[in-house]
């Protein structure tokens, strides 16, 4: 089945050491997304891909970045990870165009000790 | 700046029954796109219907029917007969029809379904 797979679903990292989360879709969108999710709250958008377009949010911290090498992948890298970096990572892709459907992987959730 | 605005935190209905979540937007766009997303405890989030602006008619999915009020800024989701696996946070969401769009999140609202 075409999907969104995020990987690891669960990892933990400390203080400061660099970490590195991984996104793959089958469905050949040209639009991937990371979110940020912390406990009952909505996703936050840190950044999206249009093609090989990057787009920051304006309040995504620069300890955040991200790498698209192609259409199937796309990675968050997270340079120095802080207590308050720990939440749920979602990735979601999308066809162009705002009505298309985003469809959302299952999460990474990231500890940080 | 869009907003989107779920005032209920949370909510209980019995199973079979049926329940309305609410929601409410700003936007001083005229065209624009409305999304309901479902996310059942640990796992992921998956859309449960949309609705164009632009369209008069309510859209309808099997059991979810929304009620979209243009003029008033509403978008409510309405599920009949409820099932246990209806038990999810439902997220509403709003996206622009511009260039770069994005999704604009409310805060969710935690539905349980007891039996």
């Known amino acids: 089945d075409a999907m969104v797979i995020q990987n690891p679903r669960y990892q933990v990292t400390q203080f400061g050491k660099p970490v590195t989360l991984s996104c793959s879709q089958t469905l050949n969108h040209n639009v991937m997304y990371w979110y940020q999710q912390k406990s009952s709250q909505a996703p936050k958008l840190l950044f999206h891909y249009y093609d090989k377009d990057f787009n920051n949010e304006a309040d995504t911290p620069d300890n955040f970045q991200s790498r698209r090498p192609n259409t199937s992948f796309c990675f968050l890298d997270i340079r120095s990870p802080g207590l308050g970096d720990a939440a749920m990572y979602l990735c979601?892709?999308?066809?162009?165009?705002?009505?298309?459907?985003?469809?959302f992987g299952p999460g990474t959730r990231l500890t940080v000790t | 700046a869009q907003t989107v605005t779920q005032s209920q935190p949370e909510m209980s209905v019995q199973e079979a029954e049926t329940v309305t979540l609410s929601c409410t937007y700003d936007t001083s766009e005229n065209n624009y796109y409305l999304f309901w997303y479902k996310q059942p405890p640990s796992r992921q989030m998956i859309l449960v219907i949309r609705q164009e602006a632009y369209k008069q008619q309510n859209a309808t999915e099997n059991r979810f029917s929304v009620n979209f009020q243009k003029a008033a800024k509403s978008f409510s989701l309405k599920i009949s007969d409820s099932q246990l696996g209806d038990t999810a946070m439902y997220f509403c969401?709003?996206?622009?029809?511009?260039?770069?769009?994005?999704?604009?999140f409310g805060k969710g609202i935690t539905l349980s379904v007891r039996p």
């Open positions: 969401a709003f996206m622009s029809t511009g260039a770069n769009s994005k999704l604009t």
């Open positions: 979601a892709t999308s066809g162009s165009g705002p009505s298309y459907e985003q469809y």
